[in-house]
C-alpha cells in the first residue's frame, strides 16, 4: 500500500495558488448559461446586475417567490484568487469557486431565474422602470434593479503584491487568521489604520511586525502601545515581495536588505467595481459603498444594493444574509405594489 503524504498547511497554499493562477485568467465575455437571447423575453421583474454570493442569495429568495429575474455577471469576482473560503457554516475550508459554483445550480433550478455571462456596461432609467446595457450589445429592461456588484481592490504598487492577494496577502483574520496563526506576519499599514490592525491581529499570533512602507504616521501613544506588546515598526521603504505561486517568501527592501515572513495583512484602498449606481444617482457614503437603508434601499426608488458595494463587512456569509434579505424585501416592497393596483 501507498503511504499517504499529509500535507502542510503552507504547502496546501502553494497547491491553491499554483491552481489559482489558471483560475484567475479572465474567462471570455459573454459566455451565456441558460439565457437565450432568441427565444427569452427580455423584460424582466427585476435585474441583479452581479452574480456572485450577494447576487444569488438575493436571486434565490426572489425565484423562489416566482419573480422573473435575469442575473448579468462578468465572472470575475474579487476572491477569485483566495483558495479557501472560511467562517461560513457548512462551507468552512471550501473553494470559493465551488461555493459559487454550487450557489449557480441551485439558484437555476428556479425556473423564473435566467444567467447570462456578461458585462454590464450602462444602465438608464425609462418609463417603465430601467434598462440595462451590456458589453456585448445585449439590453435588457426591468421594474427594479439589484447591484450586487461588491468592490476592487487597489493593488499597492508594489511587485508580487497582486499575484500574493488573497494568497498570503490577506484582508481579514477572521476569513484566514486560524489557518495562518503563530506565524510569522507582516501588517502593511500606517497610522490608525496599523494601530487597529496590530491589536486585532495580535491575537492570532505573537510574532507581529508592521510595515509602514515609509515614515510612521502613529502617534507617539500608539508607537508605545505598539512596542509594549513587542510589535516591531519598520519604517523601509519596499521595493517588492519574493513569492512563488502567491506564497510570499520575503519582503525586499529599497536598501537592498530583506525580511523574512510567512503572511501579510493588509487592507489596500477600494472603489466601486460598477459605475452604474452611480450613474443612475445612487449615493455613496464617505467610505465609497453605496449608500443604503436598513431594507437594502438605495437612495434611488426601485434600486437595491447588497453584498460588498454596499456593506463594510467583506465575508461570504455577510454576503449571502444581505442578498437573502435584499431578495425578501424587494419582493414584499412589489407584492404591496401589486396588490395595491
Not at 444602465?123 to 434598462?131: L, N, Q, S, Y
Request: aromatic content about 8%; charged content about 25%; proline content about 3%.
Amino acid at each position: 500500500m501507498t503511504e499517504t503524504k499529509k500535507l502542510s498547511r503552507r504547502e496546501l497554499i502553494k497547491q491553491g495558488g499554483l491552481a489559482l493562477s489558471v483560475l484567475a485568467l479572465p474567462s471570455p465575455l459573454p459566455t451565456f448559461l441558460n439565457f437565450n437571447d432568441m427565444t427569452d423575453n427580455q423584460n424582466f421583474d427585476v435585474i441583479i446586475v452581479g452574480g456572485s454570493y450577494a447576487g444569488l442569495s438575493a436571486a434565490m429568495a426572489l425565484g423562489r417567490a416566482l419573480r422573473n429575474v435575469l442575473i448579468i455577471d462578468s465572472g470575475l469576482p474579487c476572491n477569485r484568487q483566495t483558495p479557501h473560503s472560511h467562517n461560513f457554516l457548512t462551507q468552512d475550508g471550501e473553494k470559493p469557486a465551488v461555493i459559487a459554483d454550487k450557489a449557480r445550480k441551485e439558484v437555476l433550478k428556479y425556473d423564473t431565474v435566467k444567467y447570462v455571462t456578461d458585462l454590464a456596461v450602462n444602465g438608464k432609467k425609462t418609463d417603465t422602470g430601467f434598462e440595462i446595457s451590456t458589453q456585448s450589445g445585449k439590453s435588457f429592461s426591468a421594474k427594479k434593479l439589484i447591484f450586487a456588484t461588491g468592490l476592487k481592490d487597489k493593488m499597492l504598487k508594489m511587485e508580487g503584491f497582486s499575484q500574493c492577494w488573497g494568497i498570503t496577502v490577506l484582508h481579514c483574520p477572521y476569513c484566514h487568521g486560524y489557518e495562518v496563526k503563530n506565524q510569522r506576519t507582516g501588517i502593511f499599514a500606517n497610522g490608525y489604520g496599523a494601530f487597529h490592525l496590530a491589536r486585532l491581529i495580535n491575537n492570532w499570533t505573537k510574532d507581529l511586525t508592521i510595515f509602514t512602507n515609509g515614515k510612521s504616521e502613529l502617534t507617539q501613544e500608539q508607537t508605545d502601545e505598539i512596542k509594549r506588546h513587542n510589535i516591531a515598526i519598520v519604517e523601509k521603504k519596499i521595493t517588492a515581495l519574493k513569492h512563488k505561486n502567491g506564497v510570499v517568501e520575503e519582503i525586499l527592501f529599497e536598501d537592498n536588505s530583506s525580511f523574512e515572513l510567512k503572511v501579510i495583512y493588509s487592507r489596500p484602498p477600494f472603489e466601486q467595481h460598477c459605475k452604474i449606481p452611480e450613474v443612475l444617482g445612487c449615493e455613496l457614503t464617505e467610505q465609497g459603498l453605496i449608500k443604503v437603508d436598513g431594507f437594502q434601499k438605495t437612495t434611488v426608488d426601485h434600486v437595491f444594493a447588497c453584498g460588498d458595494s454596499a456593506n463594510p463587512v467583506r465575508a461570504v456569509s455577510y454576503a449571502v444574509s444581505t442578498g437573502n434579505n435584499t431578495g425578501v424585501f424587494l419582493n414584499n416592497a412589489m407584492a404591496e405594489e401589486d396588490f395595491s393596483k
